[in-house]
């Protein structure tokens, strides 16, 4: 059975450019959901879609957008990268859009901002 | 501000000894969940608890989630080599997300 996949693993940008990460969701799945963990800190909530509307967005500036495609896949854009932007870029997949439904996690993009 | 407190941030201990995470809050959850997360790797899911009280084993690992619903922990016994790696607890309310604590950096040596 095919988990959660994040595309690409890892990635350099320069501050001022954009990014985009994408990630396919287990088959079933309609919920997906990115999280933000900066080195030695837990997952922070970014965002959450299910059945590809926005149901929830953390304490994030504008320059962070998302959506979700009509295969449930999704994707992060990140525009005006600032160098706090560094990261790894979690994807989470789960059945249902209530926090409570299990998430399953991809491997993560990690993120260089130079 | 992190919603759920994790403790110890960081233990390292001998393989064969048994250790204790705790994860503490103010609040509410209606469940929580505990991962487990290596380098480089998304956390992976190891239990959810949602009844106040409830106690789960998972082979050498049992979790609690306290009577109030408000804290949890792992407890891992005889640990081993392969039991290394970043624990985190996330709890969910009534809603769409997971708050995660810091995590607990676990080490155990051969």
């Known amino acids: 059975d095919a988990g959660v996949t994040q595309s690409p693993t890892h990635l350099i940008k320069t501050r001022g450019q954009q990014v985009t990460l994408r990630c396919s969701p287990i088959?079933?799945?309609?919920?997906v959901s990115w999280y933000q963990q900066v080195l030695g800190q837990g997952p922070q909530f970014i965002f959450q879609y299910y059945e590809k509307e926005e149901r929830g967005r953390g304490n994030f500036p504008d320059r962070f957008s998302a959506r979700q495609f009509p295969n449930y896949s999704s994707e992060l854009n990140v525009n005006a990268l600032l160098l706090g932007d560094s990261a790894l870029y979690l994807c989470?997949?789960?059945?249902f859009g209530q926090g409570w439904a299990e998430a399953f996690f991809g491997q993560g993009t990690r993120l260089t901002v130079v | 501000t992190q919603l759920l407190e994790q403790s110890p941030q960081f233990l390292s201990i001998q393989e064969g000894e048994n250790l204790t995470v705790y994860c503490n809050s103010s609040s509410v959850f209606s469940s929580l969940q505990w991962y487990r997360q290596e380098p480089g790797e998304g956390p992976v899911l190891l239990v959810t608890v949602v009844t106040g009280g409830e106690v789960k084993k998972l082979k050498r690992l049992t979790f609690q989630f306290g009577d109030a619903r408000k804290d949890s922990s792992l407890h891992i016994t005889a640990a081993q080599p392969g039991d290394t790696g970043l624990y985190l607890c996330a709890g969910a309310k009534d809603d769409y997300k997971l708050s995660f604590g810091a995590g607990t950096t676990v080490t155990v040596r051969a």
């Open positions: 989470a997949s789960s059945p």
């Open positions: 088959s079933g799945h309609k919920s």
